[in-house]
């Protein structure tokens, strides 16, 4: 029996995985998956090649620099990104993995389970809705529930509920643990200026930077009434 070259494999989960995070389901350009992983322009290019032969992203055209998945490509990137979601929240809940640590575990370990263990995980972990950073965790087989609105988005006077906050960069999610911006803080949005965003809750306050805001999914509890 062939043995299959993991490293090859990976590279195909990785990828279909970022395109799918990166574009929320619609086709990305390359010069943004590149920064998105931290590769070279030229490698998505190689990538690309070898995705679109094992038909997990629709064929290059002269006119559009956009990579989109098939509907092939979805489904893995799907499955992928169910078993890194299953796999954070087992670290975080049932070994107490430091939420700063979830994500890079999970990125190792999504390789080598198959879907079967990741079904077991989910039936064992009580078949949660959202992983610790608060992102959904695909259902099998299914999209990815819509993302909420941003903290970008909302405006001073808002009554929010942290829903998501961002995994991939530790420094920024140590800053978040840190000023306890965490998903279900209920606060209201005090101020934003070039510095950050000022929330306060039950707990005390809190201020996010700026550049973090657009990252971090929350959902409105009650906007000011005009002449409030």
Do not use: W
Request: net charge positive; glycine share 6%.
């Amino acid at each position: 029996m062939a043995r299959v070259d993991r490293s090859a494999e990976r590279a195909k989960q990785d990828y279909v995985k970022a395109i799918l995070q990166l574009g929320a389901g619609l086709p990305v350009r390359a010069a943004d998956l590149a920064r998105y992983l931290d590769v070279s322009r030229a490698a998505v290019t190689k990538s690309r090649r070898i995705l679109e032969r094992a038909r997990l992203v629709q064929r290059a055209s002269a006119r559009m620099d956009l990579i989109a998945l098939t509907p092939r490509g979805k489904s893995l990137a799907t499955r992928m990104l169910r078993r890194h979601r299953l796999i954070e929240t087992f670290l975080h809940r049932s070994l107490g993995v430091p939420l700063v640590e979830l994500h890079a575990q999970a990125e190792a370990i999504e390789h080598v389970i198959n879907d079967d263990i990741a079904a077991r995980l989910e039936r064992f972990l009580g078949n949660p809705q959202a992983d610790p950073h608060g992102h959904p965790i695909p259902a099998a087989h299914r999209d990815i529930p819509a993302a909420d609105a941003s903290l970008a988005q909302v405006t001073a006077g808002d009554m929010l509920r942290i829903a998501s906050i961002p995994d991939r960069d530790p420094v920024s999610l140590r800053h978040l643990v840190e000023q306890r911006i965490l998903p279900g803080l209920e606060a209201t949005l005090v101020s934003r200026d070039r510095k950050g965003v000022r929330l306060k809750s039950a707990s005390g306050e809190h201020v996010v930077e700026s550049g973090l805001a657009p990252l971090i999914g929350v959902r409105v509890r009650r906007r000011p009434r005009n002449g409030a």
